[in-house]
């Protein structure tokens, strides 16, 4: 039997449905972010990063590759294997204290991945809650979906940030079922936030529990960058918040964070924990030392505030098609899948730009976009130069300006 046929007819099919992935080639360079260089076909190519989810540039701070090299230099570079057999190493209990003093939790615990933390928390969770009812926001993340799916309980939607829809599963639930809502603080692919107060105010009036995904928050908003929740003041009505190491943080892991009981139970029945090998030792530590220096640095956050909001302001006035968006992501409507390949092949090999295109499964049919997300890093020089790179892209491939934006604004 030819099984590399399977394989082939697979690919086959994400070719004709235009949604086939290529990833470019790019070596970061510390210290001279968002500048990389692109080994392109043709040889290596200076670019400019346009699309990268280390939001504040914390992946080349002197703090946080200082700790990893020192770290990986006094102890070595691996875990050693899965903590339930090697132990826990000490860089990663230093970690999880400062990750619970983040959120203002008892404890927390560390994943391999922000992935994997949704995955197997919320699936881990609701297993562990007899007749358990998931309500899950429509538009939750894949991981938080494929938690939701494996914790084999009944789950019903509500309308994205609908909480009159959520009031109404709620009371239909009834006051003796036990209930879990699963949400975002920001949603990435369109920057929006969710009512976290109202969500809690429903949560506490009908007796659920609550457990909100930080991944695109944490370090970004809030006095010590603990994220939405803390911004919003209602980090301490959340039972479970989720987030990652790997965005603003600049390095790798997911975690959640909440009550010492609820924490040690997931520690103790989740297999996505269990079974796998811990983070390494330099990787704790690099992570604790950015978590250390954003609860105390507001520049970061503040540069990066005023970098996406001038990046909004001139892509507006060039009329280009910027979806609305209250927080740093900056949605640039497109619409159509091939459009938003090409667009995104030319802006690179063209002009020195890498915008990876957004389309489906990500993101809605017919709502395919470039996801631009601004750095503290990103020069006025920049935007200016990606304003007229856009502009001219948009030109060449007959794409509509402002006046024929995204209905769904």
Request: aromatic share 6%.
């Amino acid at each position: 039997m030819d099984y590399s046929h399977f394989f082939n007819t697979a690919l086959a099919r994400l070719h004709e449905e235009r949604r086939y992935r290529v990833f470019a080639d790019l070596e970061r360079i510390a210290g001279r972010f968002p500048h990389a260089t692109w080994h392109s076909p043709k040889g290596p190519r200076n670019v400019v990063i346009w699309c990268s989810n280390d939001y504040l540039g914390m992946g080349q701070h002197p703090k946080v590759v200082g700790a990893m090299v020192e770290t990986a230099t006094r102890v070595g570079t691996g875990a050693g294997g899965t903590r339930n057999i090697a132990g826990t190493h000490h860089p990663l209990v230093q970690l999880e204290a400062e990750l619970a003093d983040l959120h203002g939790k008892q404890a927390s615990l560390l994943f391999t991945s922000g992935y994997v933390s949704n995955q197997t928390g919320i699936s881990t969770l609701a297993k562990l809650i007899p007749n358990c009812l998931i309500l899950s926001d429509a538009l939750n993340h894949n991981s938080m979906i494929e938690g939701v799916r494996q914790a084999g309980c009944e789950r019903q939607i509500f309308r994205h940030n609908d909480v009159a829809h959520l009031k109404e599963l709620l009371i239909a639930a009834g006051p003796d079922r036990p209930k879990l809502i699963a949400c975002e603080s920001l949603y990435s692919m369109d920057g929006d936030v969710a009512p976290l107060g109202k969500i809690c105010d429903l949560a506490e009036k009908y007796g659920a529990m609550t457990y909100v995904d930080e991944v695109h928050a944490v370090g970004m908003y809030g006095p010590r960058g603990g994220g939405i929740a803390e911004r919003d003041g209602v980090m301490h009505r959340i039972d479970v918040l989720e987030g990652t190491l790997a965005k603003a943080f600049g390095c790798l892991g997911g975690y959640i964070a909440g009550s010492a009981a609820m924490i040690d139970a997931v520690r103790s029945y989740a297999p996505g924990f269990i079974f796998t090998t811990a983070l390494p030792p330099a990787i704790c530590s690099a992570a604790t030392a950015a978590i250390r220096h954003l609860k105390t640095s507001s520049w970061e956050r503040e540069r990066h505030q005023d970098r996406a909001a001038r990046t909004k302001a001139i892509l507006n006035a060039a009329g280009l098609p910027v979806m609305s968006s209250d927080t740093h992501i900056v949605p640039l409507f497109v619409g159509d899948p091939e459009k938003c390949k090409r667009a995104s092949d030319m802006l690179l090999e063209e002009h020195g730009i890498y915008i990876q295109p957004i389309n489906y499964p990500t993101v809605a049919k017919g709502t395919e976009r470039l996801r631009i997300t601004p750095s503290p890093y990103h020069e006025d020089g920049l935007i200016d130069a990606l304003a007229e790179a856009l502009l001219q892209v948009w030109e060449r491939l007959g794409l509509p300006l402002r006046n024929k934006q995204l209905a769904a604004e």
